[in-house]
């Protein structure tokens, strides 16, 4: 097994769109783009603007398009040294974030029929065919893309996931022109075990560890040692969500993402650099979770 050797780890904020999507009270445009602005105030240097997805099924990314028409955000899209992946579910979600001039976009496809079938109401087949026409589009324009696998350990419908099914799910992503795949554990059931079982046997199948993430869920306090676990095997881009907002909207009980504060800390701690500034992340962390006790 080959690990890359690196005293600096990626930090992808996702808060702004998997932490927020599933909160039941309505946060406004205003407060979203208030998040979005602390977090690169606090150095991030990728963050996950929204989502552009149905209001029907996602009713907190209602106000995605307002959000992209935002000077501030207008402002961010224009520069280099921020990335700011929209997810989009299809050609539409596309075409509207490519009309705002979104410069990096993400796909999502499930390891697992039963969750495919649930999140996106289609089968895993059908979801690569329509991330495929995405990633085609964006390609032409010189739009990066980001792929996501979901349910990577556990699908809450279809039980545990065969490691066979994830390589094939990052396989296609990677073939179709996805520069960077992120892992999910979409129910929290993994461990720094399975983290590593799976992600050598990726390698082992000739997958680099260079080309993927982890996005670990926190549901049985597992997300650090899950995510220092794919440190260890090489991985060197992981996923949180500032005051560990989140989890999945379509899992019941699934507790919230890997906190964004509780991961800097530990990798600075440890001498491992993130750029980002410990003490403003914090403070962003407790206004949020001031803001959702308020509300």
């Known amino acids: 097994m080959t690990v890359t050797t690196s005293s600096f780890v990626r930090i992808v904020e996702v808060g702004p769109r998997d932490g927020l999507q599933n909160i039941s009270q309505w946060i406004s445009t205003d407060t979203k783009l208030d998040l979005i602005y602390r977090l690169e105030c606090c150095g991030l240097r990728a963050i996950e603007l929204t989502s552009i997805v149905s209001h029907r099924a996602v009713p907190q990314m209602a106000d995605a398009t307002k959000l992209l028409q935002d000077v501030h955000v207008q402002k961010m899209l224009a520069k280099s040294s921020v990335r700011l992946p929209v997810l989009v579910p299809n050609l539409r979600g596309f075409e509207i974030a490519r009309a705002h001039g979104v410069k990096e976009i993400a796909v999502f496809i499930s390891a697992t029929e039963g969750f495919s079938q649930a999140n996106l109401n289609c089968s895993c087949d059908e979801a690569v065919g329509r991330a495929r026409e995405v990633v085609a589009q964006a ?10 696998v979901s349910c990577i350990f556990e699908d809450p419908y279809d039980g545990p996931t065969e490691p066979s099914s994830v390589l094939g799910r990052v396989r296609e992503l990677l073939d179709m022109g996805c520069y960077e795949v992120s892992l999910g554990d979409t129910l929290g059931t993994g461990n720094p075990t399975a983290v590593r079982v799976l992600l050598r046997y990726l390698q082992y199948h000739g997958i680099s560890m ?16 899950n995510a220092w676990a794919a440190y260890e095997c090489g991985v060197r881009t992981l996923d949180s969500s500032v005051g560990g907002l989140g989890g999945c909207p379509f899992v019941p009980h699934a507790r919230g993402n890997l906190a964004t504060e509780t991961l800097v800390a530990s ?15 914090e403070g962003t962390a407790a206004w949020v979770r001031d803001l959702l006790r308020k509300g």
């Open 139 to 148: 390609r032409q324009l010189g739009i990066a893309v980001r792929g996501y």
């Open 210 to 225: 260079t080309s993927i993430a982890g996005h670990f869920h926190d549901t049985y306090n597992q997300a650090l040692a």
């Open 267 to 281: 990798f600075e701690n440890a001498g491992i650099a993130t750029g980002i500034n410990k003490e403003a992340l």
